[in-house]
Nanobody, 127 residues
């Protein structure tokens, strides 16, 4: 059974940085792609960044490009979301999720295609 556990959330001032981690276990991740999806209060879940388990095809949504980046840990089964220049609109619960591997980058955006989810980690950005 796939288990995804996020960590690294918390309170941060606007302009600050935060790195989220997602520890993955219990599955055959070599055939998976990983995504970071966030949900702000009263809003739908929003894809933010994705990466193939191999580390190929890292991709971030245009609205956070230049501020966020996604990467895979070399040795451990971990996916990271590095966030910088945070703004209050980045306040949300951030989820790590996995889905079958992608063929095209647009597939990352399909939030409904992710079939395993972590419990989420709250990031709150104060102005």
């Amino acid at each position: 059974q796939v288990l995804l556990v996020e960590s690294g959330g918390g309170f941060v001032q606007a302009g600050g940085s935060r790195r989220l981690s997602c520890a993955a276990s219990g599955g055959t991740f070599s055939t998976q792609a990983m995504g970071w999806i966030r949900q702000a209060p009263g809003k739908a879940r929003e894809f933010i960044a994705g990466i193939k388990w191999s580390g190929a095809s890292p991709f971030v949504k245009d609205s956070v490009k230049g501020r966020f980046s996604i990467s895979r840990g070399d040795a451990e089964n971990t996916v990271y979301l590095q966030m910088s220049s945070l703004i209050p609109d980045d306040t949300a619960v951030y989820y790590c999720a996995s889905r079958p591997d992608i063929y095209f980058l647009y597939e990352y955006y399909d939030v409904g295609s992710y079939d395993s989810w972590g419990q989420g980690t709250q990031v709150t950005v104060s102005s």
